[in-house]
């Protein structure tokens, strides 16, 4: 059985920084892709970042290219999620998801969105704020 345990999100001010980590247990990390969705209320959940558990190849959203950076740590199962320079753009709820099609995980963001993307976690609200 696939699981998350997630930290990050909360409450910043525009220009702040804030930190996600999702540790997954019950499959083999290497197998996954592992990223970030986020989601406004009646919106559909679009990607944010995604990262190959094995290579590191990491992909983004161009709203997020130059400001989040996704690494992982194989030797933990975690991937982590530093966003800097927040704006009010980034107000949403932040969900970790994992897929072993790693192939989604660029694809997510030109054509199939939350397509294939197997594991979810709970969420966490960002809000940027002044």
């Known amino acids: 059985q696939v699981q998350f345990v997630e930290s990050g999100g909360g409450q910043v001010q525009p220009g702040g920084s804030l930190t996600f980590s999702c540790e997954v247990s019950?499959?083999?990390?290497?197998?996954?892709?592992v990223g970030w969705f986020r989601q406004l209320p009646g919106k559909e959940r679009e990607p944010v970042s995604c990262?190959?558990?094995?290579?590191?190849?990491?992909f983004y959203a161009g709203a997020a290219k130059g400001r989040f950076t996704i690494s992982r740590d194989r030797a933990k199962n975690t991937a982590t999620m530093q966003m800097n320079d927040l704006n009010y753009g980034d107000t949403a709820s932040y969900l970790c998801?994992?897929?072993?099609?790693?192939?989604?995980?660029?694809?997510?963001?030109?054509?199939?969105?939350?397509?294939?993307?197997?594991?979810w976690g709970q969420g966490a609200q960002v809000t940027v704020s002044s």
């Open positions: 019950g499959i083999t990390f290497d197998r996954l892709a």
């Open positions: 998801a994992a897929t072993r099609n790693k192939p989604y995980c660029w694809d997510a963001f030109y054509r199939t969105g939350i397509t294939g993307w197997e594991y």
């Open positions: 990262i190959w558990g094995d290579s590191g190849n990491a």
